[in-house]
């Protein structure tokens, strides 16, 4: 429930702002009451996303012991691969080159185009290093943080 609402709470900051940075990518114009739209998928992806990751923490914690860089890098990629097609979608719509075409038309023209995991490897690789860095800076705090406390 954390990681779901985590989610929702990160996508309700970050929707106008991938709004926005997709535009900029495709080089389509945009208007600020555009700047919402989205939105509804940015939070389902995040929500998602956040909670996967902490499942996958959960899980792993039990059965393998590694490092919290490797383990925060491999969770974070298997949740990104578990909603890695709800971004393509995101993007896609985000992109204005969708108008009209709901979240189920968009994601089934993609999968039928091949490129429902377009981009798949840069963001893996980005995923692993900034959530494996992140993990490992996060472990080293708590650890000084009780040191001192």
Not at 70 to 96: E, F, H
């Amino acid at each position: 429930v954390a990681g779901y609402l985590g989610g929702i709470g990160r996508g309700i900051v970050e929707g106008p702002f991938e709004m926005v940075k997709v535009r900029q990518q495709v080089q389509h114009e945009w208007n600020f009451t555009e700047v919402l739209k989205g939105s509804g998928t940015t939070l389902l992806r995040n929500s998602f996303l956040f909670s996967s990751f902490v499942v996958y923490m959960d899980i792993s914690k039990q059965y393998i012991h590694l490092s919290p860089f490797w383990m925060g890098g491999i969770c974070a990629n298997c949740a990104w691969l578990t909603v890695w097609p709800l971004d393509v979608v995101k993007s896609r719509m985000q992109s204005g080159n969708y108008e009209g075409k709901s979240l189920w038309q968009v994601l089934l023209e993609a999968q039928r185009s091949g490129h429902l995991y377009r981009g798949l490897i840069p963001g893996l690789t980005r995923s692993f290093i900034a959530n494996g860095t992140s993990m490992e800076v996060y472990h080293f705090v708590e650890k000084e943080l009780k040191r001192q406390w």
